[in-house]
């Protein structure tokens, strides 16, 4: 029985009165690649920004190894407990932005030793060694010496993965990582969260590359309209998908 | 003779120190230690013998206390001379503090020097707010014109023209209460007697003594009429200081009775028959008005090109001592408003609703009064609820409270144009709010509010020249000292304004160095060449 890191349990979200999560159900296991597909404005994103308290939930848990956080209509809005659990649910998630979103006034080597400087503060030496250990699985140790706005969309991706790996999260979740970039540019990204996968990696990933999605996903999640249609293993889902919204999206695809 | 115009102490290693701090997202952490500093500052400074403090304002002019035209860091004048006879018959020595003429008595009661000796008429208006010593001087007031106006000769002549006269002097409510005339008053003597010279004005009427000494050295100007009114100066005293008031009563009476007063007055051409009348001594053989002599051969020498180069040389200390007061004013309340300023746009960006309003209220209150107003608020108005700070930490609260508000709103413009996705990367990151703030909003609202915030600096820098109203004497009281005394409102006008201009330079040069340095380009230049790729 595999483990799951991520429970998420009738997950409800609305925008001023319009329900975007109407009660999102979902495990995600460790160590494998979870991918949510799914229609422009289905509730991927704001699903995944849940998960690491960017976005404040309306209703229902959500527990990731071990910590769990809970909402109900009982409970109000501004719950002091509910930060600070966002906070240390944080501590076990990383993410990955669309827009990479670096900080561009730090090299790329600050960019992913800082955040563990200032958050765990640990020691700038180590913190540093960490930081071009993991530039170098990502390709861009010569790099690290430069700002982000002197590297290519692909090489800012990955110093972001680089930088979200820095602070030893247990889940990484990616807001579509290449939906930015230029085509050249994409399998670059996708081959060092392939690799990411190899070595054992929990990852969530919101994606439109269905190629990346059938290829290397263990798990594939479809939402649409604020609510998980089907999931399942991308073999089956890519070939004979069972809901008929899921055969509709992934036409275009087969 | 040697009193010295200097007002406060040197200060500046404190400024250095503060200015030494590096790390501009460290600002706001060591406000705490700045404050202290100032607190620092602030802590008064006892000299071992108490020294008596009289307050004057030397931009008053000749013959009461002003600056000699051949050393323009001495302090001299006939009030001078008896402040000196004064502290050497009391034993005390006398500290002069300057201040301007319709700030004197406020200064007095607020405690900023003990006596005011500056042709200070006794009238009951004022006796209701301070004692008076016993008459030191008395005289009359006096009407000049040009010399080629034939047709007055007297206040009767002036109707419908206009008339020019010094600031809360009596002379002025004399012209007001006649209403038939119009009166125009100034701050300094010289201005007047200039306008009169130039055809802005039809006639001044001031004390005599001012008369003489601003139309004996100028053949283009003469006194006419007989003499108007009749006032006598006193040394002005706070009311509760009876024992001081009974010390200067005594050390007067003895300058009357050994003649001191009257060769005093002597010396500097002032002894009427008025005065023998009323100080009852008829004495014969005067001393020579050496004083005098001297003042008027100093106005009336013509200067060659070499000797006005020396003169202006001569001036440089002076506004140099001056413009080292601006700069460490304006530096120190420039740091502090860039501190609160950086507190007050957090608290009104992420603050909680409180603490949001009362940030807001403040910054609104702050920019939408006077900072002269604050000013006085300050230095004047804090002291009757038991607040009394020194002019400097005024004048570096004032400026700094007033900035701190302008400061807030450019520090807030800059904070709101870094992209929202910043802010959400730190926290994804497991960043504090706090620690997104310090390590990644600010050092990037850094850059883009560092213009303005130079810009600021340079207005802030141009602004301090206000708080000469709370007797700080900084570049511009000092320029319009020296060129009251001078007569030289241009060319010591051209050095002051160079002065301001220079101090501003290089801090536009260090900004422009700064953001350059802050830009992503000016770093990417900085780790060496251009190796962007295409994105």
Sequence with gaps: MPENIIEIRDLKKSFQGSPVLKGINLDVEACQLTVIIGASGCGKSTLLRCLNGLEVFDEGRISVSGISVLRGPARPHADRDYHRLCHQLRGQVGMVFQSFNLFPHMTVLDNVARPPMIVQGIAAEEARANALALLEKVGLKEKSGLYPEQLSGGQQQRAAIARALAMKPKVLLYDEPTSALDPELVDEVLIVMKELDAEGMTQLVVTHEMRFARDVAEKIVFLSEGLVVEEGDPARIFSDPADPRTRQFLRRFL | ?535
């Design chain 2, 1 to 535: 003779m040697n009193t010295k115009s200097k007002v406060q102490g040197p200060k500046s290693k404190v400024g250095v120190r503060i200015l030494n701090l590096r790390n501009l997202g460290l600002w706001t952490l060591d406000l705490g230690l700045f404050i202290a500093a100032l607190l620092l500052v602030s802590a008064p400074l006892r000299a071992q013998e108490r020294p008596l403090a009289w307050g004057a304002d030397a931009e008053g002019g000749a013959p009461y206390e002003f600056q000699d035209p051949r050393d323009p860091a001495k302090l001299v004048g006939f009030e001078v001379d008896i402040a000196d006879a004064i502290g050497r018959i009391l034993g005390r020595p006398m500290k002069f503090v300057q201040n301007q003429f319709d700030g004197l008595i406020p200064g007095l009661e607020r405690g900023n020097y003990d006596i005011v000796i500056c042709g200070l008429e006794i009238t009951p208006d004022r006796s209701q707010v301070i004692s008076f010593s016993r008459t030191y001087y008395v005289t009359y007031e006096q009407l000049a014109v040009r010399a080629a106006n034939s047709s007055t000769r007297s206040l009767d002549d002036c109707r419908g023209k206009q008339v020019g006269t010094l600031k809360a002097s009596l002379a002025q409510r004399l012209l007001e209460a006649r209403g038939d005339l119009g009166v125009v008053s100034y701050d300094g003597q010289i201005n007047a007697y200039e306008d009169l010279l130039n055809g802005r004005l039809d006639a001044v009427l001031m004390d005599s003594i001012i008369a003489l000494y601003n139309v004996a050295p100028l053949p283009q100007l003469k006194m006419v009429g007989p003499p108007v009114a009749r006032l006598e100066y006193g040394i002005g005293i706070r009311k509760q200081d009876t024992e001081l008031l009974e010390d200067v009563n005594r050390a007067l009476s003895s300058m009357i009775e050994s003649g001191e007063l009257r060769r005093i007055l002597q010396n500097w051409n002032l002894w009427t028959p008025m005065c023998a009348e009323f100080f009852g001594d008829h004495t014969v053989g005067a001393v020579p008005p050496r004083s005098f002599q001297q003042f008027v051969k100093s106005r009336t020498q013509s200067v060659s090109g070499w000797q006005a180069v020396k003169r202006y040389t001569g001036y440089l200390p002076l506004l140099g001592k001056g413009a080292l007061i601006t700069l460490e004013l304006s530096l120190l309340a420039m740091i502090m408003a860039v501190c609160l300023g950086l507190v007050l746009a957090l608290l009104r960006l992420y603050g909680a609703r409180v603490l949001r309003a009362a940030a807001t209220a403040y910054i609104e209150a702050i920019r939408g009064t006077p900072l002269l107003i604050q000013l006085f608020l300050i230095f004047y108005g804090l002291p009757h609820i038991g607040i009394r700070l020194s002019a400097m930490v005024a004048a570096i609260l004032g400026l700094g409270l007033n900035y701190s508000a302008y400061e807030a709103e450019n520090y807030r413009a800059g904070i709101q144009s870094i992209p929202k996705t910043q802010m959400e990367a730190a926290l994804a990151l497991g960043m504090t709010r706090l620690q997104a703030l310090r390590h990644v909003i600010v050092p990037q609202a850094m850059r883009l509010v560092l213009p303005p915030v130079t810009n600021d600096f340079i207005a802030l820098l141009k602004d301090s020249s206000l708080v000469s109203v709370i007797t700080m004497v900084e570049l511009t009281k000092a320029y319009s000292q020296l060129a009251s005394i001078n007569y030289d409102y241009l060319g010591i006008g051209l050095l002051a304004a160079a002065m301001y201009f220079l101090i501003g330079l290089p801090f536009v040069r260090l900004a422009r160095l700064a953001e350059h340095y802050f830009s992503p380009a000016g770093r990417a230049m900085a780790v060496g060449g251009k190796q962007r790729q295409a994105a």
